[in-house]
């Protein structure tokens, strides 16, 4: 799982640059040159969310989620991996299933009803970047499976 997660990381960085090449060629062209493209703007707000949904199992991996570590910092490791293991079985993994099956449906809604930009030259298919929501918490479950199985048997040995 670790495997995948990294290779999203690279996608989602080449995502990332695109999206701030993006940006600069938009606010250029619409600054300097009076020109304005509603479907670049659709775009980078797409490739924000493929950065931000895609990032999620990445930063799980890399425990760099958010958490109050002004308390956790103190705890013993022991405890640490008791709090994570219950962090993933009560909220990580059954939140991560309740947004896949809602997720799917509402994806599946999209494609169609064939959803598009209300705005005119606006993007089409609507329902690419929807299905980002279901496969973004699907490789987050994996990752907190992942996890859940090191801090079982971190907790175990010590």
Known sequence: MDGITKYVAYLTAVILALLVILVVFDATSRYLFS????ALQELEWHFFDVV???SIAY???NNAHVRVDIFY???SEKTKALINILSFVLFVLPLSFLIIYIGIGFVE?????HEA???PGGLKYRWIVKSL???????LALQAFKELLSDIKRWREL
């Open 35 to 38: 020109e304005g493209s509603t």
């Open 52 to 54: 931000i949904l895609l």
């Open 59 to 61: 930063t799980l991996r």
């Open 73 to 75: 910092d103190r705890f």
């Open 109 to 113: 809604l999209s494609y169609v009803q």
């Open 117 to 119: 930009s209300s705005d």
């Open 133 to 139: 929501m279901p496969l973004a918490f699907m490789l």
